[in-house]
């Protein structure tokens, strides 16, 4: 699963960086009497303290502070998943270890390689508690985000739902997603074509014809909740839009009160209800 853009922002990675080196501070500043991080460690830090702690906490806070930049600024694709980020921010801490391991070794003039192993693990240890707090809280955010996101969705369905009941009609495609919202008043007829609904319509005095990726039995309920008539098995039509009925030798035929519409044909399974439902109209 990839992580979100909230990841990415530029504003809570600067917070982070500047609260890391402060907690760590504060941190040894507090427990130092009782800590030996490195062996040395207290013959070292009773000798410069006020200089080592500042060195380490700059340190570690440029590190970061260029992982965070090269995360956030450079344009690459935001495509990390939460394993590849998780790797992302070890491989950080074990950089800042490395360089402050580095410095120590100066400062306390000790091999490199002999203070390392110590110096990799106490700094793990030191860095582990706000790491987690700034991933909870990253995940906490994120998850408040989605319900925001899921609060405005369902928002914008109670729109809908009153645009409908303000006669508003919504058609949906084979897989139930909207792609059309018209009013009632302004849809003309609805015929069956192959996999597609054509559906014509007045917009404005033009009219419009859209193709629905659907069967009139898939949309067949909506079609009847707002008057919508079926007068053929290829036909919807709007009953408000009907001008005439007549009956002919060639069959029965719905004249349309549409300037440039032809004709709509009523078959007989549905001439009868169509007679009725127009008389009563």
Known sequence: MRISELYYKLKPNLVFCIALPVYVILFVTIFS???????????????????????????????????RLFLCLLPFPHTLNRTEYFFWLVLEILISSLFVDLFLSIFLHRPYFDLLPSAMLSYLCLNIIPYVIFWMSMLLK?????????????????????????????????????????????????????????????????LVRYSLRNTLK????????????????????????????????????AEMDVHNVGDIPVSKTYASDLLRLFSES
Request: hydrophobic letters at 40%; proline letters at 1%.
């Open 33 to 67: 009497p009782s800590l030996k991080f490195y062996d040395g460690w207290n013959e070292g830090w009773n000798t410069d303290a006020s200089l080592c702690l500042p060195i380490m906490a700059a340190i570690e806070l440029l590190t970061v502070l260029l992982s």
């Open 218 to 253: 898939g949309i067949e309920k909506v079609c009847n909740s707002n008057g919508l008539i079926r007068c053929h098995r290829s036909y919807f039509v709007n009953l408000n839009k009907i001008k005439v009925i007549r009956r002919t030798s060639e069959g029965v035929y």
């Open 142 to 206: 994120e998850q408040y985000m989605q319900m925001a996101e899921v609060e405005k969705e369902l928002m914008e369905l109670r729109k809908g739902a009153e645009r409908n009941e303000a006669g508003m009609i919504r058609f949906n495609d084979e897989k139930g997603n909207t792609k059309l919202v018209v009013s009632a008043d302004r849809v003309i007829s609805l015929e069956s074509a192959g996999n597609y609904v054509n559906i014509l319509y007045d917009n404005d005095g033009k």
